[in-house]
């Protein structure tokens, strides 16, 4: 299984929604990640997750709150977004994080939309 | 700091004929330089990586890269574009804390 797999597809939520962005993974990978892309930029990264424990935050809004419950799934939580928030929002993982020459899996991404 | 750019932000290519998507790097010591192609509605997916040894490196579908330390560039090639290529292309480079830094991307639409 190679499979980085995302639900939702879709998602549509009011600012004062709170609702989850799910990611898993059964590729036996350490590290995973959140990235948001804007449509047609590059991703951006998010969070890292490596071995569980988050190491890397790129000064992201607490609006976003990421969670790893076990090495294979990943979790983003999301309260009080703002319409710009608005983004495809991608999972990854990689067999170890912090290594320059891994290849990241992506997932096939979360259509956020903010109203 | 480690960074690439993609100078073209579409390529238009005739199905059958030659394809480049042109990427150029700054590193400082080694370069390790990444593609990765996003299908509509898809998450990215890697396509080669050059990290070193032979200049040119050979990849899925079809594609491959030429890395180039005098003109610091690694470009991706195809030498026959099918439709199902149109896609959006993005080059690559790691930080040392293993940070990927994306170009901009490049849109490829292939005709029939």
């Known amino acids: 299984d190679t499979e980085v797999t995302q639900t939702p597809k879709h998602l549509v939520m009011g600012m004062t929604n709170k609702k989850s962005l799910k990611c898993e993974q059964h590729m036996g990978h350490r590290a995973m990640y959140w990235y948001k892309q804007k449509a047609k930029k590059p991703p951006e990264l998010m969070f890292v997750y490596s071995y569980e424990k988050l190491s890397i935050n790129e000064s992201v809004p607490s609006r976003f709150s990421p969670e790893c419950p076990n090495s294979s799934l990943l979790n983003l939580h999301l309260h009080a977004l703002q319409p710009e928030d608005s983004a495809l929002y991608l999972c990854?993982?990689?067999?170890?994080?912090?290594?320059?020459?891994?290849?990241?899996?992506f997932g096939s991404g979360t259509q956020l939309s903010v109203l | 700091a480690q960074s690439v750019a993609q100078p073209e932000d579409q390529v238009n290519v005739a199905e059958g004929n030659p394809l480049t998507v042109k990427c150029t790097y700054s590193?400082?010591?080694?370069?390790?330089l990444f593609w990765y192609v996003q299908y509509p509605n898809r998450g990215l997916q890697f396509l080669l990586k050059?990290?070193?040894?032979?200049?040119l490196v050979k990849g899925s579908y079809g594609f491959e890269a030429e890395f180039n330390k005098s003109q610091t560039s690694f470009h991706l090639k195809k030498p026959s574009a099918l439709v199902s290529d149109s896609a959006l292309y993005f080059c690559?480079?790691?930080?040392?804390?293993?940070?990927?830094?994306f170009g901009q991307g490049t849109t490829l639409q292939v005709k029939p």
């Open positions: 590193v400082s010591g080694n370069p390790y």
């Open positions: 690559a480079v790691p930080r040392v804390t293993g940070k990927l830094i």
């Open positions: 990854a993982s990689s067999l170890i994080a912090g290594v320059t020459n891994e290849k990241l899996f």
């Open positions: 050059y990290i070193t040894g032979d200049n």
